[in-house]
């Protein structure tokens, strides 16, 4: 199994920063993608910045230019650089893995626990 534990979370004035972390333990195949998606009070969770299997990255278009992800993976972590915060970034962000064991394997998705991030003056 898989485990995946954020920090970085809280509560920051519009156009402040913040930086997520994640770091996953637990069975990590070599084919893995980590990254970030999130999810609002009455909304559906949506991708923020991810990194794919393919080792590229994939950005919402709502983020592009103010959100950076990077990753570790002597580490196995992932970290969310969140800058030019607004209130509408305001929503449980969440950690995800996504690894298969081949290429013919499936993917398996994990998730972290989630943390709040709040944009308010």
């Known amino acids: 199994q898989v485990q995946l534990v954020e920090s970085g979370g809280g509560l920051v004035q519009p156009g402040g920063s913040l930086r997520l972390s994640c770091a996953a333990s637990g069975i990590i195949f070599s084919l893995n993608a980590m990254g970030w998606y999130r999810q609002a009070p009455g909304k559906e969770r949506e991708l923020v910045a991810t990194f794919t299997l393919g080792g590229d990255t994939n950005d919402a278009d709502s983020v592009k230019g103010r959100f950076t992800v990077s990753r570790d993976n002597a580490k196995n972590t992932v970290h969310l650089q969140m800058n030019s915060l607004k209130p509408e970034d305001t929503a449980v962000y969440y950690c995800?893995?996504?690894?298969?064991?081949?290429?013919?394997?499936?993917?398996?998705?994990?998730w972290g626990q989630g943390t709040q991030v709040t944009v308010s003056s």
């Open positions: 995800n893995l996504v690894q298969r064991m081949t290429y013919y394997h499936t993917p398996v998705n994990y």
